[in-house]
Structure formats: C-alpha cells, structure tokens
C-alpha cells in the first residue's frame, strides 16, 4: 500500500511565524503535490514537484514556497504565516497519474 | 484548460437508496477520470478511475461510474447506501500530462439518513 505521512495532523500558529509542513511517502513517486482544502473552494494546488529539486507553481502560490530535497520529502512553507492561511493542506504523491493523498493538516494561524 | 462540475453541493438519501452523484468535465484532450471520498478530518481516497478500455469501472465499497464522452459525464453511483457511505466525493480529471496535474471539482457531500 501507498503510504503519504504528514508531519503534523493539527498545528496552531501565530501571524508572522514561518510555518514548515512536512510530507513523506514511501513508494518512490516522482510527483508530489500540495494542496490547500476550504469548505466551498475544494482543493486548490499551491504548488507541485516532478523531481529533486524541481518544482512548479500551481494556482495559488502566493505566500508559500516549497523544497524537495530528497525524493520522499516534500516541504510546504509559509514564510510569514498570516490569518487567511488558515486552512486544511493536503500532500499527494503520484506515479504515474493516479494521486494518493496524506491524512491532512489542519493549520491555524491566529 | 479543463474543468469539473459536480452538480449539487449536498446530497441527501435514505439507507438503502439508490446513490447518484454527478460529475461533468470539460477537457481538450481524452480525459483520465478519478472519484475520491474524504471521510471527516481525514485525506481523501482513491474510489475509483477511468483511464482507458472499458467505460464502466468498478471501485471500492460498491461504488462505480460510467464514462459518457458524448454527454462528457462520469456519475458516480451504487444501488443501496449505507450509513458509513456518509463522506464528501470529489470528482477530478487529469489530461494525462506527464506532471499527472488533477483538476477537482469542489465537492459533494452525501447525507445518509436511516
């Protein structure tokens, strides 16, 4: 079975923190990918990675980065935590096309 | 570009009714077509998908969809709920890019009521 780990399933942050999310996944995937969760909005993809080192902007990457250090790793960042970051993000890992997602993490940010 | 619609952002049966979820994409090029469930506070998993042969496919807990290319519709659907078929279902279709990008739809979420 495809295994996707987040680091964190619930995380309260303050404004102006730099917040880290971790994602790992143990089937050797090429692709990962980050999404953002709101009620009404579905998933929105932040940003995506196809390789070390590599990565592509999604539709909304404003306010967040991402590294993909090793292959099994990818981390979300929020450089400057702010309110309307308040939300559920989801990783994924794919290869080739179908996608298996992470348990969540619901971040607030106050 | 390609897009989904999922009609109806709740849906509401009894136990033992039949199950319908509609889902209608629009795409450039033949689509690769996923079902997911998100259960409360958890991520989402994989129900079913469509990638090519045969146009009904079979998925988990009894669920399974039919790809119509004429009417550009994959419903989701299963003959009797069950009330731990409680869950929101999210549609997506791929263009089959080698990056494999989903494009979702924004959700349904299925009330089962005794």
């Known amino acids: 079975d495809v295994k996707v780990t987040q680091s964190s399933r619930y995380l309260v942050k303050r404004t102006g923190e730099k917040v880290f999310l971790e994602c790992v996944q143990d089937?050797?995937?090429?692709?990962m990918f980050w999404y953002r969760q709101d009620p009404g909005l579905g998933l929105r993809l932040i940003y995506f990675s196809y390789d070390v080192k590599m990565k592509e902007k999604g539709d909304i990457p404003e306010g967040y980065s991402v590294s993909r250090e090793k292959k099994e790793r990818f981390s979300l960042i929020l450089e400057s935590a702010s309110t309307n970051q308040t939300s559920m993000y989801l990783c994924?890992?794919?290869?080739?096309?179908?996608?298996?997602f992470g348990p969540g993490t619901r971040l607030l940010v106050l | 570009a390609q897009s989904v619609t999922q009609l109806g952002s709740h849906v509401s049966v009894s136990e033992g009714a039949l199950v319908l979820l509609r889902c209608n994409y629009s795409s450039s090029v033949p689509p690769y077509l996923f079902w997911y469930v998100q259960y409360p506070n958890q991520g989402l998993q994989l129900l079913l998908k469509y990638t090519t042969g045969a146009t009904l496919v079979k998925g988990i807990n009894g669920f399974e969809a039919e790809f119509k290319k004429s009417e550009t519709s994959f419903h989701l659907t299963k003959p009797s709920a069950h009330m731990s078929d409680a869950a929101e279902y999210f549609c997506a279709v791929t263009m089959n890019s080698g990056y494999s990008t989903l494009t979702f739809g924004k959700g349904t979420m299925l009330l089962v009521s005794p």
């Open positions: 089937m050797d995937h090429e692709n």
């Open positions: 994924a890992s794919s290869k080739p096309e179908t996608q298996y």
